[in-house]
């Protein structure tokens, strides 16, 4: 009886580090806000009112493809996940999980995923694949190669936004993409400060493994937090389009221009002083806009 349960509990041990280790490949938060700004992009598209197994379908869908991509990210990052703190953990690069095994996930829930947005639209199908594509065998590894590599990759970052919008189309909706490009745009420039003050942070670790993230090859530098702020700034016009495009109302449109305000601030801030604090103070700032901003624009959609 003692052996049994002995056995019971070994097994039961394994199966949680293996899901634990699944939702580390797939770098579970990470995709979970991916996958919130594809539903809500969604929600957003005109006429289309809450309906929870699309949302979830839709929700499934994007979290295997956001997954599926992760993973690649992973697995040809083995090498260099392996030689910083924050990423040795990792299932691969600490070889708890084969590459193998890897690649079969990869292969499946990236098929499975762009099958389930099919069912949505082929539109938001032929993006996903894209996005999948363009951020595991592009971005990943010309991180090693040039700092563009952040703009590169804040396309695929950005292309959720469009796949939820064109995710609407197979429910009957005008095929207008102009919402879609908005949501894509907002998406995409929020990226910047954010990553930046990521690499910023994590500059040590990044350098060691060869990675190229920062504007300036010099590393942390007033040249990269300039760029921050301009990025930032950039935000502010491009967050009045949803009111003026008649996507959201005027209460929306004041949430964004204080937030994009506020980003600005916090980018200056890290201008002035120079430190690691401040950049953090950046990171975490941006990790509540979308947020903020998403929600926004939902809660006063306007309705047609």
């Excluded at 929870?52 to 993973?71: D, E, P």
Aim: proline content about 3%; aromatic content about 14%.
């Amino acid at each position: 009886m003692t052996e049994n349960k002995t056995i019971n509990s070994s097994a039961s041990f394994a199966l949680a580090s293996k899901v634990k280790d699944y939702f580390t490949l797939i770098k579970f938060t990470l995709s979970f806000m991916v996958v919130f700004s594809t539903v809500i992009s969604y929600l957003l598209a005109p006429n289309i009112r809450f309906d929870l197994i699309q949302v979830l379908l839709l929700f499934a869908g994007g979290m295997l493809v956001t997954g599926s991509a992760n993973a690649i990210n992973q697995i040809l990052e083995r090498d260099t996940d392996a030689l910083m703190k924050r990423t040795a953990g990792r299932p691969i690069a600490s070889g708890r999980m084969s590459a193998n095994e890897g690649w079969a996930f990869v292969i499946i829930s990236g098929a499975l995923g762009c099958y389930i947005m099919y069912t949505f639209s082929l539109e938001a199908a032929l993006l996903s694949l894209l996005s999948l594509l363009l951020y595991g065998f592009i971005y990943t590894p010309l991180k090693k190669v040039n700092s563009i590599a952040v703009l590169v990759g804040a396309v695929p970052g950005a292309l959720p936004c469009l796949i939820g919008w064109v995710a609407s189309f197979g429910e009957g909706q005008e095929n207008n993409w102009t919402g879609g490009w908005i949501l894509f745009a907002i998406q995409f420039l929020w990226q910047f400060p954010h990553f930046w003050a990521i690499a910023w942070v994590a500059h040590k670790d990044y350098s060691a493994a060869g990675f190229k993230l920062l504007p300036s090859d010099k590393g942390p530098t007033k040249f990269t937090a300039l760029q921050t702020i301009m990025y930032s700034a950039l935000m502010i016009p491009v967050g009045m389009l949803p009111y003026y495009y008649k996507i959201s109302g005027i209460t929306s449109m004041w949430i964004l221009l204080g937030c994009n305000l506020f980003m600005v601030l916090v980018s200056i801030q890290l201008f002035r002083k120079m430190d690691v604090a401040s950049a953090r103070r950046v990171m975490f700032s941006s990790y509540f806009y979308l947020m903020i901003v998403f929600l926004s624009l939902y809660a006063n959609k306007i309705t047609s």
